[in-house]
């Protein structure tokens, strides 16, 4: 009895380094961060995301991102679903969820990008082809999206301040984007 314990967990414990080792493989092959495919999010409570985007796996995605954030669409925009453990969803001008931007919706750009803690995703309604501006970033590992929602970038630095994200749905004091950039755009100046 006790010999069947062991060996099952020593299955358990070498399934978890494969799958941490399959985790660092999926960044290791991510292409090199670009400043045209890097987005700067500037947050209220000081802190500051750099997310790499991936128009390899999703590019009319993040050409609409781009949009938005050349036009100043996130700016003043708060992160209006936090759930613990889950995600921080926000890009919704009206700050309830049911808000987008004057841009058409996006065709679903599902791929083999896994929702990863700092995986970036695009919300949508039932339909898999409704993105328009609202975004998500994963707490935690969340496979059960994979494959369902389109990602389009990964956290690189400051997943601390995305950690700090008030939550609630709606949170009391929502954290909110103070400012949104295209790192090409900030070094051109």
């Not at 070498?14 to 670009?34: C, D, H, K, N």
């Not at 995703?121 to 369902?148: E, K, T, V, W, Y």
């Not at 630095?157 to 609630?168: S, T, Y």
Request: hydrophobic share 40%.
């Amino acid at each position: 009895m006790l010999r069947r314990f062991i060996l099952a967990l020593i299955a358990a414990l070498s399934l978890g380094r494969i799958a941490a080792a399959q985790e660092t493989q999926v960044t290791q092959t991510e292409p090199a961060l670009t400043p045209e495919n890097t987005l700067v999010l500037e947050l209220s409570t000081g802190g500051r995301v750099t997310i790499q985007m991936r128009p390899d796996k999703a590019p009319k995605h993040v050409a609409q991102i781009k949009t938005m954030v050349r036009q100043g669409f996130y700016d003043g925009t708060v992160f209006h679903r936090v759930i613990e453990g889950f995600m921080a969803q926000g890009g919704d001008p009206t700050g309830t969820g049911m808000g987008g931007s004057k841009l058409p919706n996006i065709k679903a750009e599902f791929n083999d990008l896994p929702h990863l803690r700092g995986t970036v995703s695009m919300a949508r309604a039932s339909d898999p082809d409704s993105a328009n501006s609202q975004f998500f970033i994963c707490f935690d590992r969340s496979n059960f999206l994979d494959g369902q929602y389109t990602a389009w970038g990964r956290v690189v630095q400051g997943m601390d301040a995305v950690d700090q994200i008030a939550r609630g749905e709606p949170p009391a004091e929502p954290t909110r984007i103070v400012h949104a950039t295209i790192a090409a755009d900030a070094s051109a100046k």
